[in-house]
């Protein structure tokens, strides 16, 4: 009954945008696409959808951008009450930190992965499946600016004056881990300093805001 309920509710969900009109599209509504995997959480046998595969997906995506809660991309070793994070952020991390200490939990490591709100995978990873990859977006967004640069029938080529869809050239990418931190101690005093000045100017806005209230 639930896995129809959510076929209908995608195939009724359509929103009207007139403005689409002036892209040329005779259909101006937009609504869910065709792709679409109703499947009910078992967790029995092998191959069933697991409660666990469930929570770490779902995670991934609510972790995508934890920067922006206030928290630190590294493990949490300073004290949870004096992160510059919302008060729900700080509690969520310090859930982390006490399941942590439950033996049926010890594999999740969620200690050292507070910060992330007990997600320990890569915020980019895409499912082939149910996504797409990041080359080919990168694909996209290269042809769409070369459309724009010379049309349609545009031509771009490399540096040695060969059509750059031949593939005639390999990219070779290679990445180096180089160190974290400050170069010097001056820089770590500079970013101190302005870390200590946002937290001022923080705290001087509440006051403002609570006089006015």
């Known amino acids: 009954m639930l896995e129809r309920a959510v076929h ?3 195939d009724s969900a359509v929103v009207s945008c007139p403005e689409l009109g002036a892209l040329g599209r005779s259909d101006t509504s937009i609504r869910w696409g065709d792709a679409i995997d109703v499947r009910a959480i078992a967790g029995g046998g092998p191959g069933d959808l697991t409660h666990e595969a469930v929570t770490s997906y779902v995670s991934k995506y609510l972790v995508k951008g934890s920067e922006a809660l206030g928290l630190p991309q590294r493990r949490i070793d300073e004290d949870i009450d004096a992160l ?3 008060e729900h952020v700080r509690k969520l991390v310090w859930a982390c930190c006490v399941l ?3 033996r049926d939990m010890a594999g999740l490591k969620l200690r050292d992965r507070a910060h992330g ?4 995978g890569h915020f980019l990873t895409k499912s082939r499946r149910y996504s797409t990859t ?3 977006l990168r694909m996209v967004r290269r042809d769409h600016a070369r459309r ?4 349609e029938a ?4 490399d540096a040695w004056g060969r059509p750059e869809s031949d593939a005639l050239v390999e990219v070779v990418k290679t990445w180096q881990y180089v160190g974290w931190g400050y170069l010097s101690h001056g820089e770590a005093w500079l970013a101190a300093t302005a870390a200590a000045r946002g937290r001022e100017q923080r705290e001087l806005a509440r006051e ?3 006089r006015v209230a």
């Open 148 to 151: 724009q640069l010379l049309g």
């Open 8 to 10: 209908a509710v995608r």
């Open 117 to 120: 709100l007990g997600f320990g």
């Open 154 to 157: 545009g031509l771009v080529l």
């Open 208 to 210: 403002k805001l609570a």
């Open 84 to 86: 510059e994070a919302p």
């Open 100 to 102: 942590s200490h439950r």
């Open 134 to 136: 990041m080359g080919a």
